[in-house]
């Protein structure tokens, strides 16, 4: 053979087995990706599921709260699984309609060995075939009486309470047997309320009145009594039916807050405040008994029917210990609550 067949043979050759080498060389860097790509991946993520009703204490306005606590009501995580289960079968709320509306109790409790001052949730259930009522009681300002207004008036009404699996479904097509007290006063426009309009939020109380029983102040024979002395103004409480008037008179003048020359004006004073009291009282009572005379026998007998349940947040390592702290007392129009729970 020729020597120049020969180094081309020897050209072809080298050639070839740096085309195998690299051919190698690849495959081993396809086995790499595939041995890395082959590595397992972590384990995936579990979030517990969210429970049906698991919302429905934050959803009920937590009525009178002050607006700037309410952030320290929400600091723990609170747990309403007792109003929860009373919605399933065999519970106390269970197939009937209901009313909730919220409030907070400020309470010296335990957590973590701490004791301190702090706002429990508390959720109050009403059984009732229509709401209890659309008023809402609010203290004025100054605290001196109390009125009787719409809820509307404070942007506060009774809506339907969706439960998490329905909330994809058409609200119009549901038929709700859960009503919450609803505020829609928005946080983020509360500085543009005047200052008398804000503390009114703070001074309202769920309204509700009960044909059937007397209120307080039908019972009451006492008088709030505020005289525009001539040095102060007096204040003072009168009980017609406990008060002998010309002794409480010249005690008062005995302490020096009531002058000698002003005695037979307060006197008068508060005859005047006894006979407006005393007329009030009796506009009342006449008007609940117009009231009964005039309402159907299906309403009555909703009305006797009615009951109350008071939600306390049950204990978890989460959540400061309120058994201890557990009260019917509702409020002075609701009264006590048949069952606290």
Same mark, same amino acid.
């Given at each position: 053979?020729?020597?120049?067949?020969?180094?081309?043979?020897?050209?072809?050759?080298?050639?070839?087995?740096?085309?195998?080498?690299?051919?190698?060389?690849?495959?081993?860097?396809?086995?790499?990706?595939?041995?890395?790509?082959?590595?397992?991946?972590?384990?995936?993520? =579990?979030?517990?599921? %969210?429970?049906?009703?698991?919302?429905?204490?934050?959803?009920?306005?937590?009525?009178?709260?002050?607006?700037?606590?309410?952030?320290?009501?929400?600091?723990?995580?609170?747990?309403?699984?007792?109003?929860?289960? #009373?919605?399933?079968?065999?519970?106390?709320?269970?197939?009937?309609?209901? =009313?909730?509306?919220?409030?907070?109790?400020?309470?010296?409790?335990?957590?973590?060995?701490?004791? %301190?001052?702090?706002?429990?949730?508390?959720?109050?259930?009403?059984?009732?075939?229509?709401?209890? +009522?659309?008023?809402?009681?609010?203290?004025?300002?100054? @605290?001196?009486? /109390?009125?009787?207004?719409?809820?509307?008036?404070?942007?506060?009404?009774?809506?339907?309470?969706?439960?998490?699996?329905?909330?994809? +479904?058409?609200?119009?097509?549901?038929?709700?047997?859960?009503?919450?007290?609803?505020?829609?006063?928005? @946080?983020? #426009?509360?500085?543009?309320?005047?200052?008398?309009?804000?503390?009114? $939020?703070?001074?309202?109380?769920? =309204?509700?009145?009960?044909?059937?029983?007397?209120?307080?102040?039908?019972?009451?024979?006492?008088?709030?009594?505020?005289?525009?002395?001539?040095?102060?103004?007096?204040?003072?409480?009168?009980?017609?039916?406990?008060?002998?008037?010309?002794?409480?008179?010249?005690?008062?003048?005995?302490?020096?807050?009531?002058? /000698?020359?002003?005695?037979?004006?307060?006197?008068?004073?508060?005859?005047?405040?006894?006979?407006?009291?005393?007329?009030?009282? @009796?506009?009342?009572?006449?008007?609940? %008994?117009?009231?009964?005379?005039?309402? +159907?026998? /299906?309403?009555?007998?909703?009305?006797?029917?009615?009951?109350? $349940? %008071?939600?306390?947040?049950?204990?978890?390592?989460?959540?400061?210990?309120?058994?201890?702290?557990?009260?019917?007392?509702?409020? @002075? $129009?609701?009264?006590?609550?048949?069952?606290?729970?």
């Amino acid at each position: 053979m020729r020597k120049g067949a020969k180094r081309k043979a020897s050209q072809a050759k080298e050639a070839e087995t740096a085309q195998e080498k690299q051919q190698e060389s690849k495959k081993a860097t396809s086995r790499a990706k595939r041995v890395k790509a082959s590595v397992p991946e972590s384990e995936p993520e =579990y979030f517990e599921d %969210k429970r049906n009703l698991e919302d429905l204490w934050k959803a009920a306005f937590p009525v009178g709260t002050e607006w700037d606590q309410l952030d320290a009501v929400y600091q723990f995580k609170w747990n309403f699984s007792n109003l929860e289960d #009373a919605f399933e079968e065999g519970g106390k709320l269970h197939g009937k309609k209901v =009313y909730l509306f919220g409030c907070t109790e400020p309470q010296l409790v335990s957590f973590k060995g701490e004791s %301190k001052i702090i706002c429990i949730p508390v959720v109050v259930a009403v059984v009732s075939p229509f709401p209890p +009522s659309d008023k809402i009681g609010v203290n004025s300002v100054q @605290r001196e009486a /109390e009125e009787i207004i719409p809820m509307k008036q404070m942007k506060m009404d009774w809506v339907p309470y969706i439960p998490l699996e329905n909330r994809g +479904s058409q609200v119009e097509s549901l038929r709700s047997q859960i009503f919450i007290l609803s505020c829609t006063q928005r @946080r983020a #426009a509360l500085k543009h309320l005047k200052i008398d309009r804000l503390k009114k $939020y703070e001074y309202c109380l769920p =309204y509700f009145y009960q044909p059937f029983k007397e209120d307080e102040l039908e019972q009451s024979t006492e008088v709030q009594i505020i005289f525009p002395s001539d040095t102060k103004p007096i204040f003072c409480e009168f009980d017609w039916e406990l008060d002998e008037l010309e002794e409480f008179t010249d005690k008062l003048i005995q302490e020096e807050e009531l002058a /000698e020359d002003q005695k037979d004006a307060f006197k008068e004073f508060v005859k005047e405040k006894v006979r407006e009291a005393k007329r009030a009282n @009796r506009e009342a009572r006449e008007a609940r %008994k117009k009231a009964l005379e005039e309402m +159907s026998e /299906e309403t009555k007998a909703a009305f006797e029917n009615m009951r109350f $349940y %008071k939600f306390y947040p049950v204990q978890t390592p989460d959540s400061p210990d309120v058994s201890n702290v557990k009260a019917p007392f509702i409020n @002075r $129009y609701y009264g006590k609550a048949h069952e606290v729970l």
